[in-house]
């Protein structure tokens, strides 16, 4: 028996990040977890059109995706509650620069990639920016053979159902060759 649940979104969890960039000639970071992989150098954030950080990104043409590992919960939940109208949250983090001198990336988040503004997706409640990757910056701690390892960053994931974060699980298999048992019929 299955149900019916309506059209709720249940493709989660999904990375929780914070986004930073630059509002008003400051720094800013708001948490998102509606953020999505368009290619393998574009990303999209839907930012609902209330936030401050909209206007910024708008303005410069760029932002930051900043990847927090669980260790850095609580001060990603509070740039989640706390609004850039009413709080500097900038003076929570170090903050360095790269390419792009408007997008404001974290020191204590273990990868940040910065992106250079594509194009926005204007729905009626939402921005949906798509971002190109420009650079992505990562602690040497967190990588394995020159890549980001994710059971070394270990990601904050989101879950709306719940409304909790999680961890990471354990790896279940190998991509492109679990599958190939199938290959001569199915046992
Ligand atoms: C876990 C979590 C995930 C969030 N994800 C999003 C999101 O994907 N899009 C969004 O517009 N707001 C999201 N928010 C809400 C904003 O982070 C929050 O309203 C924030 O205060 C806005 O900051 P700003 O006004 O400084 O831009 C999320 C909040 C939390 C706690």
């Given at each position: 028996m299955r149900q019916e649940l309506g059209p709720i979104n249940a493709l989660y969890p999904t990375p929780t990040v914070l986004v930073g960039a630059t509002v008003n000639g400051k720094p800013n970071f708001i948490t998102v977890a509606h953020i999505g992989i368009m290619t393998h150098t574009h990303i999209s954030i839907g930012l609902g059109k209330i936030h401050y950080?909209?206007?910024?990104?708008?303005?410069?043409?760029?932002?930051?995706?900043?990847?927090?590992?669980?260790?850095?919960?609580?001060?990603?939940?509070?740039?989640?509650?706390?609004?850039?109208?009413?709080?500097d949250k900038s003076s929570l983090f170090d903050i360095f620069y790269g390419e792009l001198r408007s997008a404001p990336m974290i020191a204590q988040c273990p990868v940040c990639m910065e992106c250079r503004l594509d194009q926005v997706i204007d729905y009626p409640s939402h921005d949906v920016f798509i971002g190109e990757i420009v650079q992505t910056h990562a602690a040497a701690e967190v990588l394995a053979d020159g890549k980001v390892d994710i059971s070394r960053l270990r990601p904050l994931l989101f879950d709306m159902a719940s409304k909790q974060y999680w961890s990471l699980g354990e790896a279940v298999a190998n991509c492109w060759?679990?599958?190939k048992q199938l290959k001569h019929g199915l046992h």
């Amino acid at each position: 028996m299955r149900q019916e649940l309506g059209p709720i979104n249940a493709l989660y969890p999904t990375p929780t990040v914070l986004v930073g960039a630059t509002v008003n000639g400051k720094p800013n970071f708001i948490t998102v977890a509606h953020i999505g992989i368009m290619t393998h150098t574009h990303i999209s954030i839907g930012l609902g059109k209330i936030h401050y950080t909209n206007a910024g990104i708008h303005e410069n043409r760029a932002f930051s995706v900043c990847l927090p590992s669980v260790d850095l919960v609580v001060e990603t939940d509070y740039c989640g509650i706390m609004t850039g109208k009413k709080t500097d949250k900038s003076s929570l983090f170090d903050i360095f620069y790269g390419e792009l001198r408007s997008a404001p990336m974290i020191a204590q988040c273990p990868v940040c990639m910065e992106c250079r503004l594509d194009q926005v997706i204007d729905y009626p409640s939402h921005d949906v920016f798509i971002g190109e990757i420009v650079q992505t910056h990562a602690a040497a701690e967190v990588l394995a053979d020159g890549k980001v390892d994710i059971s070394r960053l270990r990601p904050l994931l989101f879950d709306m159902a719940s409304k909790q974060y999680w961890s990471l699980g354990e790896a279940v298999a190998n991509c492109w060759n679990v599958g190939k048992q199938l290959k001569h019929g199915l046992h």
